[in-house]
């Protein structure tokens, strides 16, 4: 169903003028923006726990014909910034879960494949997560708590992105409609 | 960033005067007895505890997530609630917390940024008792700010509960009293829905129903064979527009409406300062006094009736009284009866308005938890559709207890529910997997579920109850409430027949059940407390008569849910908003009469 515009009072008009001139060229400008930015300086994580936590998120959530993953999405600039912010004391548990989280991916490494997991081939990385992933449901040793955490965050910040709502979800809302493109209930 | 009305000058209290009437609270039922009296031409002064804020740029309705820097969730040193401190903890909550602030669970909800200047921090709020998960919003409009707009109206199957299965007490009024002021209301404020003619649930008057999704008519089709409804979400939502009323704009079904406390800032959903208080003060007869924290309705010794209100100024902590020939409290349910048991004095010892000991007692709500969640097999990997762009999916009216006798348990529920995806996509944290299956089948899937939860009817028990604490005092210095009050046998078998009948239902509509929730929610998570100062006809077991009128101080009206005998399964705020009509309606009348 096409939008009708054609019902608009005048004055409904003039509120709306505003507002569909602000969120329409938005999403477009946005785009062009956040593909020539350069990636900033962790604030978090040093720059080798990043590579790591970058490489993760990708794995997690990886760029397909559909659209583009998590690295794209700056995943991990998401969840660096949220480390950054951590409100301490109280959540300093949070920030050394994450850190101690990323050693032992390096080690389930080292012991799977023999190397770090960044100098792993692909198909090795995933078999590392795999391992990690065994027990979604119930996590219960501290890699496979940890890959909770790690999924939860990457879920969250991917799909909160321009990349995982407009590209990934086609999300049509937040703009505005001439009504709801549902069925009338016979 | 979209043009708004902007809201009248406010005029500046004269407390050196006597008011025709004092309405203490702004939400549902103090908007809407200040747009009631005035309206009669009375000279009205409404006191508001929180402050006003200016909504359009707190609520920021159509920011993208990720143009916040935390994508909507409020600062780290602020921290709300979750379920499983509401279940091993007693209040107060924020008793010892590390956290600079601390909020009821909503604030949990995704853009919680948004409400954290509209739901109250608990560090000033504090209460005791029982555990409860009570929400509050100090803010001019209280909780119509964040409210979930299910509009509905009560019927004669809860006005006379008590004749229907001789439980409680039944209303000292009946649908026919109360139907001439559901339909003022539909027409003031808008309401959307589609006309269903069912005794338990009658029809409003309807503004352009929002429409329901492919899953929901499969549901609503299947349901029919089982005798049961489900109607497209009933809203407090102007879906035409109102050219009565220029703060507010009809639905344009922008999406994103279920970022529930990130409002509406075109106000096409109904909340009291746009809908009732700017036209109230355009009249030129309302004086809004925001900052105010009520503490005491004050009495004239010599007459027994209440002479006014006594407020400390919720900033500077200074004490004042405004005076009035009628006081109205509508600070909602809880702080209503909070306020009637501070009000204690040589003429009313027990509190003003309490000679019957019902004050604070009766308290009753809806019961939540049981939910499910299912997914339509021919939905999956169709081309994505907006299934937010409306207030709200569906809701499917009470079928227990109306014919039939239920073995274990009185009265009913309802369900609420919808297809679909929002913005964000929630299944994808319990989807398991990773890489490129796990992002296809999020992609996929998102359309295809379909998701909803019970709202039972909670008995009213004299138990029931809040009363003062006064050992425990607000950041005021103001007595707070203490809590006695737990969900009895009734709530819990029927929480276990929602589980129960939900998985059925959509079984029956061939809906693949993935997941069905039992376990019932903690106290006060439905948000809709009530009954703390019920009418009646007997003084001796009821605090007010059917005009919302105390039975023992009758310049005294409490119009808010409080007044309400029983719970019913249906969302509250389209009965308080119609009962607070009529009992406005009465009082300007008797007023003029010289009764009061």
């Known amino acids: 169903m096409k939008p009708d515009r054609d019902g608009l009072t005048r004055r409904d008009a003039l509120k709306i003028a505003a507002g569909a001139a602000f969120s329409l060229p938005a999403l477009f400008t946005r785009t062009a923006a956040a593909a020539t930015t350069a990636a900033s300086a962790p604030r978090f994580f040093t720059k080798d726990e990043y590579a790591l936590l970058d490489e ?60 770090a997991f960044l100098a792993a081939s692909p198909e090795k990385r995933v078999a590392v997560l795999a391992r990690m992933a065994g027990n979604e449901k119930d996590p219960k040793s501290a890699e496979e708590k940890f890959f909770r955490e790690l999924k939860g965050a990457t879920v969250q910040g991917y799909y909160t992105s321009e990349i995982g709502i407009h590209q990934e979800m086609e999300y049509k809302g937040n703009v505005l409609q001439g009504e709801y493109a549902g069925e009338e209930p016979t | 960033m979209i043009f708004q009305m902007r809201p009248p000058a406010p005029k500046e209290a004269d407390l050196t005067i006597v008011y025709d009437a004092i309405v203490v609270g702004s939400g549902a039922a103090g908007g809407m007895a200040a747009h ?69 669970y909503v604030q949990g909800w995704g853009g919680s940024d948004y409400s954290k200047n509209i739901v109250v921090d608990e560090k000033d709020h504090p209460y005791t008792g029982t555990k409860y998960a009570w929400v509050r919003a100090r803010l001019l409009g209280g909780k119509t700010a964040i409210w979930g ?52 649930l009658p029809d409003s008057l309807f503004q352009r129903t929002t429409r329901l999704n492919p899953s929901e008519v499969m549901l609503r089709q299947s349901l029919k064979k089982m005798n049961r409804v489900l109607t497209p979400y009933r809203a407090g939502v102007t879906t035409d527009g109102l050219k009565h009323n220029k703060y ?82 509508a600070a909602s349910t809880l702080e209503s009866a909070r306020l009637l048991l501070l009000s204690k004095s040589n003429a009313h010892p027990n509190g ?64 609420e529910g919808g297809g679909g995806t929002g913005m964000i996509p929630g299944r994808a944290f319990s989807t398991p997997g990773f890489g490129a299956d796990f992002k296809k089948t999020v992609r996929d899937e998102a359309g295809a579920f379909v998701h909803m939860g019970g709202f039972g009817e909670v008995l009213p028990r004299y138990e029931s109850s809040v009363s003062i604490d006064p050992a425990v005092k607000d950041r005021w210095g103001i ?89 019913s399964c249906q969302n509250p705020t389209w009965t308080i908003m119609a009962l607070a009509w009529r009992s406005c309606d009465h009082l300007a009348d008797e007023l003029g009469k010289g009764n009061l």
């Open chain 1, 56 to 115: 993760l998120t990708e794995t997690i959530i990886p760029t397909d014909r559909h659209s583009p993953g998590a690295r794209a999405a700056k995943v991990a600039a998401y969840i660096d910034g949220r480390m950054a912010e951590a409100f301490l004391p109280v959540e300093a548990d949070v920030q050394e879960r994450w850190r101690d989280g990323l050693r032992r991916v390096d080690a389930l490494s080292q012991e799977m494949n023999g190397t």
């Open chain 2, 36 to 104: 009631v009296l005035t309206s009669h031409g009375l000279n009205v002064l409404l006191l508001e505890a929180g402050r006003k804020l200016d909504m359009e740029s707190e609520l920021k309705s159509m920011e993208w997530p990720y143009d916040h820097p935390r994508r909507g969730e409020m600062p780290r040193d602020g921290h709300a609630i979750t379920l499983n401190e509401y279940t091993v903890r007693q209040p107060p909550y924020a008793k010892d917390t590390p956290y600079k602030h601390v909020y009821s």
């Open chain 2, 149 to 200: 707009r299910l509009a509905l109206r009560l019927s004669d199957y809860d006005f006379k509960g008590k004749t229907h299965d001789g439980y409680g007490e039944d209303w000292p009024i009946s649908y026919a009293d109360v139907q001439p002021y559901y339909d003022k209301v539909d027409l003031y404020l808008g309401i959307a829905g589609h006309k269903e003619n069912l005794p338990h």
């Open chain 2, 248 to 329: 507010r704009s009809k639905c344009y079904g922008r999406g994103a409406c279920n970022r529930r406390a990130g409002g509406c800032d075109i106000h096409a959903a109904f909340d009291s300062p746009t809908g009732l208080i700017y036209p109230a003060m355009d009249t030129g007869h309302l004086t809004l006094r925001t900052n105010s924290t009520a503490y005491e309705v004050t009495v004239d010794p010599a007459t027994g009736k209440a002479r006014g209100v006594a407020f400390a100024d919720s900033q500077s902590g200074k004490h004042y009284e405004a005076r009035g020939k009628a006081v109205v409290v």
């Open chain 2, 352 to 415: 003003i308005g309490n000679s019957s000991g019902h004050v604070g007692h009766n308290f009753c709500e809806h019961v939540m938890g049981p939910s499910i969640l299912g997914r339509v097999k021919d939905l999956v990997g169709k081309p994505r559709t907006l299934d937010d762009g409306r207030p709200g999916g569906f809701y499917i009216p009470r079928y227990r207890n109306l014919e039939d006798r239920q073995p274990k348990f009185i009265r009913g529920y309802g369900f």
């Open chain 2, 479 to 567: 007595p707070v409430l203490k809590f006695n009050y737990a969900f009895g046998d009734n709530e819990k078998q029927m929480a276990l027949d929602m589980a129960v009948t939900g998985k059925e239902m959509f079984e029956a509509a061939g809906i693949e059940v993935l997941h069905a929730d039992a376990d019932v929610l903690t106290e006060g998570w439905s948000i809709h407390e009530l009954g703390t100062a019920r009418m009646g006809s007997d003084p001796k077991t009821s605090v007010l008569n059917q005009f919302q009128q105390s039975h023992d101080v009758k310049n005294l009206f409490v119009v808010d849910g409080s007044s309400h005998v029983s719970a």
